[in-house]
């Protein structure tokens, strides 16, 4: 019946040897990773969002978050009102800004 079920034999446990320090390392690393593909980058990208939104100004052309580009014609403290066509402005929260694009980029298209 060895054949149908295996026997299973008990071996001795060898003794640990260096465990504690290859765990701390081991969760350090991960850590280390942790911060370099997913903290550090995002926290680049809300930088520079940051940035963006602090220095617009009358006469950028922008693109938002939801796809409409316009000329922003006022700024205030959380708002920008921005020309998307000639007569039609629209209010909207600085952080829908998604871009600053090149001056004349709306006449070209």
Do not use: C
């Amino acid at each position: 019946m060895d054949f149908l079920f295996a026997t299973a034999h008990a071996q001795q446990a060898a003794a640990p040897q260096n465990s504690a320090m290859f765990n701390l390392l081991f969760i350090g690393g991960m850590f280390l990773l942790f911060y370099l593909i997913l903290w550090r980058p995002q926290a680049k990208r809300a930088k520079e969002h940051r940035e963006l939104v602090g220095s617009l100004g009358k006469g950028d052309e922008v693109l938002t978050s939801g796809g409409i580009l316009g000329k922003v014609t006022k700024v205030s403290d959380d708002y920008v009102t921005v020309e998307v066509a000639e007569g039609v402005e629209l209010n909207l929260q600085k952080s829908a800004v998604a871009a600053a694009l090149p001056k004349g980029t709306i006449k070209s298209i």
